[in-house]
């Protein structure tokens, strides 16, 4: 079974983000943790589809924001 490209891309992009200098509650930069579990997420339908695409824009500005201070 072959991954779609949806997938492989999304794949890629969570192997592409780095951790920031942050320590928050002893865990090292949580929000591009988050950011790598919602790229990971696999979708039930189309509903929960739009549901992560809109977390993962939110986290997107989430982890921008902590790694560029």
Known sequence: MY???LTRLNW???TNIHDCPKTINGK???C???LRRLYLTK???NQSE???Q???EIGEKEYG???NK
């Open 3 to 5: 991954g779609s490209r």
């Open 65 to 67: 924001k902590c790694y």
């Open 12 to 14: 890629f992009k969570m």
């Open 28 to 30: 090292v930069c949580p």
């Open 43 to 45: 979708p039930r339908d």
């Open 54 to 56: 809109r977390n993962i």
């Open 32 to 34: 591009a943790d988050k």
């Open 50 to 52: 739009l549901r992560i």
